[in-house]
């Protein structure tokens, strides 16, 4: 079994910034592309950031020169510096990744969710 465990969502007030961390652990033979996902009430869930095992980074325009994503191999984590944070940046974060539990098998696994609500 692989879990993703996500921690450093919380209340800041505009303009402010958080950092939100993604661990994962289990049965991993190596990871693949990692990513943060978000979604505000009533609305879909979006790609904030992606970052392939190489280090290449994609991110949504709207969070382009705010956020940057990173990840350490070593510990299996991903993270999401997040600055200069917006109200419309509140939603719940989900950390993403593709995973191969062997050689030959991957899929996507889910984080739970963590909140980051903007407000002052």
């Known amino acids: 079994q692989v879990q993703l465990v996500e921690s450093g969502g919380g209340l800041v007030q505009p303009g402010g910034s958080l950092r939100l961390s993604c661990a994962a652990s289990?049965?991993?033979?190596?990871?693949?592309?990692m990513g943060w996902y978000r979604q505000a009430p009533g609305k879909q869930r979006e790609l904030v950031a992606a970052?392939?095992?190489?280090?290449?980074?994609n991110y949504a325009d709207s969070v382009k020169g705010r956020f940057t994503i990173s990840r350490d191999n070593a510990k299996n984590t991903v993270y999401l510096q997040m600055n200069s944070l917006k109200p419309e940046d509140t939603a719940v974060y989900y950390c993403?990744?593709?995973?191969?539990?062997?050689?030959?098998?991957?899929?996507?696994?889910w984080g739970q969710g963590t909140q980051v609500t903007v407000s002052s």
């Open positions: 289990g049965s991993i033979f190596s990871i693949n592309g």
């Open positions: 993403n990744a593709n995973i191969f539990s062997s050689w030959y098998k991957s899929r996507d696994y």
């Open positions: 970052i392939t095992s190489g280090g290449s980074t």
